[in-house]
């Protein structure tokens, strides 16, 4: 799995956008960008995933850059709640896959 | 989606001693994972477990420090054995699921 880079924390203030940056620049053509998060004490999250087009769903965005090798999770409307680790991965998707987790990103959310 | 159970959700053992780390799935899976998150750190996946084979651990694991059992599909063991207080982590239970990896809530071991 290639390696990813994230900053190690973020702040961004309750009901703006949270834009978390990775870059991916070894990423394969067959590998898709992963993105899951860690709240304090539980399990991580799935949150989205996305091979080249941009995706969105319910939880967040995700834009990928056109030569693949860096991409940007966007929470529209953060709140305190989203306060967590955010993982970003690229992993091949073949069904069978293990996620192999790097440092991640501690985002604050605050008031 | 699946939902993934652990037992015992935390422990404190005494160095020298063994705990058995239960995962149970509410739906039939090839592979499982486990994952340890020493205190402050990333997830390290220990191994993975295909039911009916032996599992494939990751560079730095051992069998013999961390056994584990799939007797079927919908459940795994990870054995902690011979504990030191380096040992002391969460252990997580993950599996995939179309797209994603699901996790469990993980068992927080204190070893003393």
């Known amino acids: 799995d290639a390696k990813t880079t994230q900053p190690t924390s973020m702040d961004c203030a309750e009901g703006r956008a949270a834009n978390l940056p990775c870059n991916h620049s070894?990423?394969?053509?067959?590998?898709?960008v992963y993105w899951y998060r860690q709240i304090h004490s539980q399990g991580p999250q799935y949150i989205i995933h996305?091979?080249?087009n941009n995706e969105t769903n319910e939880m967040a965005s995700l834009i990928i850059t056109e030569d693949r090798k860096s991409s940007t999770l966007i929470l529209p409307h953060a709140t305190l709640r989203d306060t967590a680790v955010y993982y970003c991965?690229?992993?091949?998707?073949?069904?069978?896959?293990?996620?192999?987790f790097g440092a991640g990103t501690r985002l604050f959310v605050k008031a | 989606s699946a939902v993934i159970s652990q037992k015992p959700s935390r422990d404190i053992c005494q160095r020298g001693t063994s705990l058995t780390i239960q995962c149970q799935v509410d739906?039939?899976?090839?592979?499982m994972f486990w994952y340890r998150q020493q205190p402050g750190q990333s997830l390290t996946l220990i191994a993975t477990?295909?039911?009916?084979?032996?599992?494939?651990?990751e560079s730095g694991f051992v069998i013999d420090k961390f056994p584990i059992s799939r007797p079927n599909l919908t459940f795994s063991t990870l054995t902690v054995s011979n504990m030191s207080p380096e040992d002391s982590s969460i252990y997580l239970c993950?599996?995939?699921?179309?797209?994603?990896?699901?996790f469990g809530p993980g068992t927080r071991l204190t070893v003393l």
């Open positions: 477990a295909n039911q009916g084979s032996e599992a494939t651990y």
């Open positions: 739906s039939q899976v090839t592979m």
């Open positions: 993950s599996v995939t699921g179309g797209n994603e990896q699901f």
């Open positions: 996305g091979l080249k």
């Open positions: 070894t990423i394969s053509g067959n590998e898709y």
């Open positions: 991965i690229a992993a091949g998707n073949t069904g069978g896959f293990k996620t192999i």
